[in-house]
């Protein structure tokens, strides 16, 4: 069965450095999403991607954060500059195009730690 | 008032028990509604997935949903211990793309 699948699971990163997270949607998907977990918290949605531009973002994701689909296969979120509070897990998802009955599909997650 | 609003538990049930999970929510456009399954430290994993009012079975779990009353419920029969997670109510609006909003999860303890 098709799946989303990320990397790395796990990144440790110092305050101030970039990290790029990436994950590789579902084949035949033409919506890409980020969300976040930091734990204990709900899952919140970071910014969704659609026909190689951002269709919407949070207030969460400000100019710090930038999305890209690099080939057609890959899509990545990038941190310019992590702070402590970015430490969460960061899930990607995926949908099919269609109607409104398409469904999001997770991958694993990837865990930040900034230090 | 939060978006979407879930018990965080912890809900402890014996094995063989019917789970009884809920969510409100406030948005009236929200138009579709899901229930993941979150394991510790893991992606959620899709589970149910309704269009507006009304109710949907798929082998042990039913989902209800009552639009008037801006309420959704899953139900889990005959509850076995792979079932303890976390389970995480969501819905959207209406237009494919649109994001998710979740609620704050309930955790599941099916004791054998």
């Known amino acids: 069965e098709p799946e989303v699948t990320q990397t790395p699971s796990h990144q440790v990163t110092q305050m101030g450095q970039e990290v790029i997270l990436r994950c590789v949607p579902i084949s035949n998907h033409l919506y890409f999403y980020w969300y976040r977990q930091i734990l204990g918290q709900k899952v919140e949605f970071l910014v969704s991607f659609y026909n190689n531009e951002i269709s919407e973002k949070s207030e969460i994701f400000d100019d710090q954060f930038s999305v890209e689909r690099p080939d057609g296969s890959n899509f990545t979120l990038k941190i310019r500059s992590t702070k402590l509070e970015d430490s969460a897990m960061y899930f990607c998802?995926?949908?099919?195009?269609?109607?409104?009955?398409?469904?999001?599909?997770f991958g694993p997650g990837t865990r930040l730690t900034v230090t | 008032q939060k978006e979407v609003e879930q018990d965080p538990g912890p809900l402890s049930v014996p094995e063989g028990a019917i789970v009884s999970l809920n969510c409100t929510y406030s948005n009236s456009a929200f138009q579709y509604f899901m229930w993941y399954r979150q394991y510790s430290r893991k992606g959620p994993e899709l589970l149910m997935y309704?269009?507006?009012?009304g109710n949907k079975e798929d082998g042990r779990f039913t989902a209800q949903v009552d639009k008037s009353s801006k309420y959704i419920s899953l139900f889990i029969r005959d509850s076995q211990p792979s079932d303890s997670a976390t389970y995480l109510c969501?819905?959207?609006?209406?237009?494919?793309?649109?994001?998710?909003?979740f609620g704050g999860g309930t955790r599941v303890l099916v004791k054998p």
């Open positions: 969501a819905m959207r609006r209406e237009a494919a793309g649109n994001k998710l909003t």
């Open positions: 309704t269009y507006s009012s």
């Open positions: 998802a995926s949908s099919d195009l269609g109607t409104g009955a398409s469904r999001q599909y």
